[in-house]
C-alpha cells in the first residue's frame, strides 16, 4: 500500500505538469505530456481515471483546439481530434470495463460518434451499454441515442419503440 500510495501522489503531481501547460495554451503538449505518463505508470486508479478524462478533454476542446497553431501544425484537425479522444474512451472501456466511470465514458463514447453522425456505430454501441450497464444512470440516455440513431438510419418502427419505452419510463 505504501508503494502504491507513492505511486498515485507521484503521478498526480507529475500529471499537474499538464494544467501548467494548458495555461499558457501550450495544450498538444499537455495532451501528449499526459498520454505519456499513463503509459510509464503502473495500472492504478489516477492512471485509469486519466486515461478516460483524457479522452473527455480532447472532446469537451475538439472545436476550439482544431484551429490552434499547435494542434494545426501537429497535422490534428477536428477529425483526428476525435479520433484521438475515440480511442482513449474506448482505450479506458476495455481495459477497466468494471470501473465505477465506465457507464459514463460509454455515454461518452455514443456521443463523440454523435458528433461524427456515425448513426450505426452509435446505435449498436448504446445497445451494447445498455446491456453491459442495466443499473446506470445513463439507460434512458443509451435508449434515447439508439432512438435517434435509428431514426437517423430510416429504422423508424425500432426508434419509435425505444422511444416510446423512454417516455414511458419513471
Known amino acids: ?12 503531481q507529475e500529471g499537474a505538469v499538464t494544467g501548467t501547460l494548458q495555461e499558457v495554451s501550450r495544450h498538444r503538449e499537455a495532451v ?11 495500472d492504478i486508479p489516477s492512471v485509469q481515471t486519466a486515461v478516460y478524462t483524457t479522452g473527455t478533454i480532447i472532446y469537451q476542446n475538439v472545436d476550439r483546439w482544431a484551429r490552434e497553431p499547435d494542434f494545426v501544425k501537429a ?13 482513449l474512451i ?8 468494471n470501473h465505477p466511470m465506465a457507464d459514463e465514458a460509454g455515454y461518452t463514447l455514443i456521443n463523440l460518434w454523435l458528433d461524427q453522425k456515425n448513426y450505426d456505430v452509435m446505435s449498436r454501441l448504446a445497445k451494447s451499454f445498455a446491456g ?12 434515447y441515442l439508439r432512438a435517434y440513431a435509428l431514426f437517423q438510419l430510416e429504422r423508424y418502427e425500432e426508434a419509435l419503440q425505444l422511444a416510446q419505452k423512454v417516455s414511458s419510463s419513471e
Open 1 to 12: 500500500y505504501v508503494y502504491r500510495s507513492l505511486l498515485e501522489g507521484l503521478f498526480l
Open 132 to 143: 453491459r450497464y442495466p443499473k446506470s444512470t445513463y439507460l434512458d440516455s443509451y435508449d
Open 75 to 87: 497535422g490534428n484537425d477536428k477529425k483526428a481530434l476525435l479520433a484521438e479522444a475515440v480511442g
Open 90 to 97: 474506448e482505450s479506458f472501456l476495455a481495459l477497466y470495463p
Open 32 to 42: 501528449d505530456y499526459m498520454k505519456q505518463l499513463i503509459l510509464e505508470y503502473p
